[in-house]
């Protein structure tokens, strides 16, 4: 008997800021029996967006953002998609990522592989993050090469998001998830969007992470441009099949918008700098934050 999984994600404002929303949720439906999107209230018309793809796998759940509680919204907002989920395993998308068909049979097959091993709680996949267009990515400590996207929805184990919503942690204590590594590819394009759409973000981001004025300040000194960082590679793979036409359409607005190179003066980008060294000569990440541990 095969194993039952959901996809689930959470999504507000999805015209404004330009999500490839209906390719990443179109990039989950091969390898999910359901699709639970959580469109929260919102200033354009997402719900439509959604309804529009017309998938008898897709469940619809209504929600209003409460920006009070700060970046904890966005855990909050994942846990509601994540509690209506109806089967045994959920993978886990955010609007600003599409799952890259090569992989996603694995994702599926890892599922079942697993199923039966109390001890694999999550599934970990591997990232590429776009930064000032879909020619460059970012690989750097700055940008997680690897993060949890799939659980276990057992509830005793009680995994919910953590934080901002980048990962996940067990029970009360936040304790770390039990992970197994899956050769599949997340993309992650919200850096790649044109500056228009990356305004309207700094402007909600502002809301919900109550930027310092020194923080304000060097947002709005970029201008159109985001700031240059180490790490920045070229790309020379392929993007998800579903997101083709998304890209297409907004290839040319995304491109040459990285501001110059700027000396490294401090401690810290002295020590970012010898360890993303470190990296590229070994393949290794010393000291790198996870949400889970490998098993």
């Not at 060097?218 to 890209?247: C, D, M, N, Q, Y």
Request: glycine share 6%.
């Amino acid at each position: 008997m095969s194993v039952g999984v959901s996809g689930f994600t959470f999504v507000r404002n999805a015209v404004l800021l330009d999500f490839p929303l209906e390719a990443s949720i179109r990039s989950l439906l091969p390898i999910c029996d359901e699709v639970v999107v959580n469109v929260g209230r919102s200033d354009d018309d997402t719900l439509g967006v959604v309804r529009a793809i017309d998938e008898p796998k897709i469940r619809i759940v209504e929600s209003t953002w409460d920006l009070s509680r700060g970046r904890s919204v966005l855990a909050d907002q994942t846990d509601i998609a994540l509690q209506a989920c109806r089967h045994p395993w959920a993978v886990y998308i955010q609007a600003d990522e599409v799952l890259h068909e090569s992989g996603a049979p694995r994702v599926r097959q890892a599922i079942a592989d697993n199923d039966a091993d109390p001890r694999v709680e999550a599934l970990v996949l591997k990232y590429h993050h776009f930064y000032g267009g879909f020619e460059t990515e970012l690989v750097a400590r700055s940008a997680y090469r690897r993060e949890v996207r799939v659980v276990r929805r057992d509830p005793a184990l009680r995994i919910h998001s953590y934080c901002d919503a980048q990962g996940f942690r067990a029970g009360p204590a936040d304790r770390r998830v039990r992970a197994r590594l899956v050769d599949a590819e997340m993309f992650h394009y919200g850096w790649a969007r044109p500056s228009a759409a990356l305004d309207r973000k700094d402007q909600e981001d502002e809301r919900i992470y109550a930027w310092s004025e020194a923080e304000r300040r060097e947002r709005l000194s970029r201008g159109a441009t985001l700031p240059w960082k180490p790490g920045l590679r070229p790309f020379t793979g392929t993007h998800p099949a579903v997101a083709a036409s998304w890209i297409a359409e907004r290839r040319a607005a995304a491109a040459g918008r990285i501001g110059p190179r700027r000396p490294r003066r401090g401690v810290k980008e002295w020590r970012h700098a010898a360890l993303d060294l470190v990296e590229r000569m070994t393949g290794a990440r010393p000291f790198e934050f996870r949400n889970y541990r490998l098993v």
